[in-house]
């Protein structure tokens, strides 16, 4: 089974996440964990990522 947690940024989704995963004993993956290095660092410093950051290529 695959559960998704949708919000905005800030409103808890990885911790409730977690919190989730940790309780029925499953995986938890974070959406941001599929983004290359490069577009977490984008993102650590608040840079807003564009349509090319998530070309796939």
Do not use: C, Y
Not at 31 to 49: C, G, V, W, Y
């Amino acid at each position: 089974m695959i559960v998704l947690i949708t919000g905005v940024a800030g409103s808890g989704k990885s911790t409730i996440g977690q919190l989730l995963a940790e309780s029925l004993g499953w995986e938890f993956f974070d959406a941001d964990d599929f983004h290359s290095l490069t577009n977490r660092e984008k993102m650590r410093q608040n840079i807003p990522l564009t349509e090319g950051d998530r070309d796939p290529g």
